[in-house]
């Protein structure tokens, strides 16, 4: 059945020349289904960060333990408008934009529209990720940054594939300036999002090797741009650096775990120390659950104690290392399995996939009960939901809600699965072309997982989002034929034959035989 287009619709369409045509619809498909996010959680879902990006900026509490690029970005859309759904509404633009560039980049490798198109529309349908977008979190940008540098590395790759690496022409410098800028988000947007290129570098190195000095250029300038930030611009400026016991949380909880497994091993010295920041028995109950950092740093421990006393905790930490270096990895891979591990680990251990769920209390997580300056803030009538519309609200609630069964917190909620998902796509794409540089395309997948496998305080969704992006629009790679197709924009026309006199095809016809 053929849709009955208006010849308004026709003419409209026509002028639309006809390589624009993907990338519009598939700018238009996500930021439709995005402003009804966006509608439905009006000005924007949020967490307990959120509120704390609020109380930093309007309390003059400025901290680089968050985002100091975003926590700007709150303090513009307050000053600017006094509420917060510009920012949420830029993110939503600036994500719709950034899968209407990954569409594109399909487009290269010869994935047709009918395949990208439904991954575009997936990828906001689904209430994890589509929700996900309209919080008021750094992560967001984050993740479209890391989305930007797949999506202008596969283009790369895709050039790679045409013989077209040593060219270059604009498209060459267009692609590599997306990817620094999709690299510097993931660097300026998250304190350890600087691992990501670190790790991501090698990989695109050794499969591009044509243009390794830009590459590098794209990766590591962004690296040291977000290192000089953190170490000298933000503290030259008045800016808060992270307290000793926000910084080496993690360590604490290492030796909780290992207080907790084989606390013969501790001398009377360490227990001593241990014992001014926190009792013994909360060393080795509640903090000692390997799964997450939090019930460490909770009641009773004294965390400004804990500051103080940090040089004394780091040798502990480090005779943990040398004593019983299997239970400090074991606890390491424990507390990372959300990068890992397909399945949640115990509740009772909090090794369930934490979720923030797109609703604000009253009391604001908490922040309303003890910080006498937001609970008296002139900010607090908007830190809630004021939808655009009831019914949609309620309808994406529900939808969020029953999103959480626990039979599909793997599929929505667990980036590890989309992780070996898109390492499989990969590697059959190159076993069948014989092609490393199609390996590159794994390169930020493969970045983003063992940053977190690196340094995980809690198994949150929210740090493995990126990969579950990535991971839907390698799922299209499956129908690219094994032989490259060219795109629209590149694509070669074919020569026209020249037409010959028709005197000229009567002498070149066989001579009819003599009768005999």
Known sequence: MKIPYTSEARDLLAKIPPHRRLPIAAYAIPQ?????????????????DSIAYVWHVTTDHWMSNHSVVYDSMVWVSLNTTGDLWPLTLLQTIAMSATIAYTCVMLRDFGVRARWSLPAAAVAVLLPSTGSFVVFVWKDVPYTIGA????????????????????????????????????????????TNGLLVMLFAAPVLLFTLPKVRRWVLAATIV?????????????????IKTPTKDQVYAMQYADIAVAYGKVPQTFSAHDLSIMKQVAPLSHWGGAASTC???DPAMAAPMNRPEAARLNSQLLDIWSEVAKRTPDVLIGARLCRSHIAWAIWPGPADKIGYTLISTPSTPDNLFGWADWNPQIKHSKYRPILKMRPLSDTLHTGALFAFKASKLPQLDWLFFRGAVWCYASYAVVLLLARKRRQRGLVALA??????????????????????????????????????????????????????????????????????????
């Open 32 to 48: 439709v289904v995005l402003l009804l996010w966006w509608a439905a959680f009006y000005p924007g879902a949020m967490s307990y």
């Open 147 to 190: 989305l930007l540098a797949f999506a202008a590395t596969g283009r790369l790759v895709a050039r790679r594939l045409r013989g077209r690496s040593e060219q270059r022409d604009r498209a060459f410098y267009r692609e590599m300036g997306l990817l620094f800028l999709g690299c510097l988000c993931m660097g300026v947007f998250r």
């Open 222 to 238: 962004p690296v040291v741009i977000s290192a000089v930030l953190q170490t000298i611009v933000y503290p030259a400026v008045g």
């Open 291 to 293: 799964y997450s950092a």
């Open 443 to 516: 390169a930020f997948t493969f970045g983003l997982q063992f940053c977190v496998l690196a340094a995980n305080p809690a198994p949150l969704f929210r740090y493995m989002v990126a990969p579950m992006f990535i991971g839907f629009f390698f799922l299209p790679l499956l129908t690219v034929r094994s032989r490259l197709t060219l795109g629209p924009d590149t694509a070669k026309p074919k020569p026209r034959p020249i037409p010959r006199p028709a005197q000229a095809v009567e002498e070149e016809r066989p001579a009819a035989p003599s009768p005999v």
